[in-house]
């Protein structure tokens, strides 16, 4: 059974980190493009953070660059978010995707809240 679970997200102030967590299993991890996505209420799905295939180049989203880094940990098929200088407009629910032609996954979220 295929699943994708976040950890990692909460409540933190202005100018502060998170580190969230993806933890996979049931699919070969390697062979999986990772990426981070976030919806933030009323707006749409968009791209935060990415691995462009099963190697290591990595996209980020205009408004993380500098901010956020992705990893990846193959032994342990995670996948992380390291979030710094956190801004209230990172306020959204963050999920994890495993993208493996024709296979597309999606974790359940976890939400980061930026506020003082």
């Known amino acids: 059974q295929v699943q994708l679970v976040e950890s990692g997200g909460g409540l933190v102030q202005p100018g502060g980190s998170l580190r969230l967590s993806c933890a996979a299993s049931?699919?070969?991890?390697?062979?999986?493009?990772m990426s981070w996505y976030r919806q933030a209420p009323g707006k749409e799905r968009e791209l935060v953070a990415g691995?462009?295939?099963?190697?290591?180049?990595?996209n980020y989203a205009d408004s993380v660059k500098g901010r956020f880094a992705i990893a990846k940990d193959n032994a342990k098929n995670t996948v992380y978010l390291q979030m710094n200088s956190l801004k209230t407009e990172d306020t959204a629910v963050y999920y994890c995707?495993?993208?493996?032609?024709?296979?597309?996954?999606w974790g359940q979220g976890t939400q980061v809240t930026v506020s003082s």
């Open positions: 691995f462009l295939g099963v190697g290591g180049i990595t």
């Open positions: 995707r495993a993208r493996g032609w024709p296979y597309d996954y």
């Open positions: 049931g699919f070969n991890f390697g062979n999986y493009a």
